[in-house]
């Protein structure tokens, strides 16, 4: 069985984030999105409620779990069995940090890989902050949250 760890923070999940989700349940039988903690991280929302809510945009794909997962990220990985760490990017911008970041874990680990999708152009400009941002001046969010969580993320900027 293949499966792969869809590692973040999904604070929260966005509808960038569901498009990598759904391309990456395609090809492997089981995709465990794992919610990282970061202590040094400050969050909008807790782990709970980020794994509420991603749990309500992919309860349609059955081979999508949703887990929380602390210390070194390949580690974590390893526990789930997993053999590959998928990451999204989006610019040049993300090219750096991801290259950095999984030339590290490569080195720490080399029975994962890390598999990198390219963002959708209508969602290359899309983070959780520009969709918080406009959450937090009363914006409509329907382009960039998944539907079934519109309502939930609106109501924590109240
Ligand atoms: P992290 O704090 O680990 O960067 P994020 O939740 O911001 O966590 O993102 C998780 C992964 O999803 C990262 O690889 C990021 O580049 C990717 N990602 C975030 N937003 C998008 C998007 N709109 N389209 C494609 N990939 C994205």
Redesign the pocket.
Known sequence: MKIAC??????PI????L??IKRASKMFDEVIVTI?V?PK?KVTFDQQERKEMIEKCTKDLPNVKVVVGEGLTVDFATKLNATALI????AVA?YEY?LQQATANMMLNDHIETLF?V??PE??F???SVAKEIAFNGGDISKFIPEAINDYVMKKFK
């Open positions: 869809y590692p973040g923070s999904f604070d966005t509808n960038g984030h498009d990598i990282m970061n991280k990451r999204g990017i989006r993300d991801e999708f963002a959708r969602f290359s899309l983070s959780s």
